[in-house]
Nanobody
Framework: QVRLVESGGGLVQAGDSLRLSCVVS????????MGWFRQSLGKEREFVAA????????YYKDSVKGRFTISRDDANNRVFLQMDRLKPEDTAVYYC????????????????WGQGTQITVSS
């Protein structure tokens, strides 16, 4: 079975950095477009970033452009989200997701999901 497992969350101060990691098992990560989503308390899950299977295309939520960077290391079946200059508004549970078809900004475009990791940013 395909599994995604996130790690790297925690409690940080505004302006700090974190690097999230997602490990893909069950098949090679080269078979998927990959995305990161987040969900804050009382809000719907929202798109954060995505990278295509070929690594030719990357999408970002407008509010994280210039601060967050998505990357993939298919040799080790991993996807990363580097988060710099974090803000309290970034506080959320972050989820890794994989798409059998192609990258998307929509939740419905993804077929597999990780369990989530909590990021809390204090002011």
């Amino acid at each position: 079975q395909v599994r995604l497992v996130e790690s790297g969350g925690g409690l940080v101060q505004a302006g700090d950095s974190l690097r999230l990691s997602c490990v893909v098992s069950g098949r090679a990560s080269t078979g998927y477009a990959m995305g990161w989503f987040r969900q804050s308390l009382g809000k719907e899950r929202e798109f954060v970033a995505a990278v295509s299977r070929t690594r030719d295309d990357r999408y970002y939520k407008d509010s994280v452009k210039g601060r967050f960077t998505i990357s993939r290391d298919d040799a080790n079946n991993r996807v990363f989200l580097q988060m710099d200059r974090l803000k309290p508004e970034d506080t959320a549970v972050y989820y890794c997701a994989a798409a059998d078809t192609y990258l998307s900004r929509a939740l419905a475009g993804y077929d597999y999901w990780g369990q989530g990791t909590q990021i809390t940013v204090s002011s």
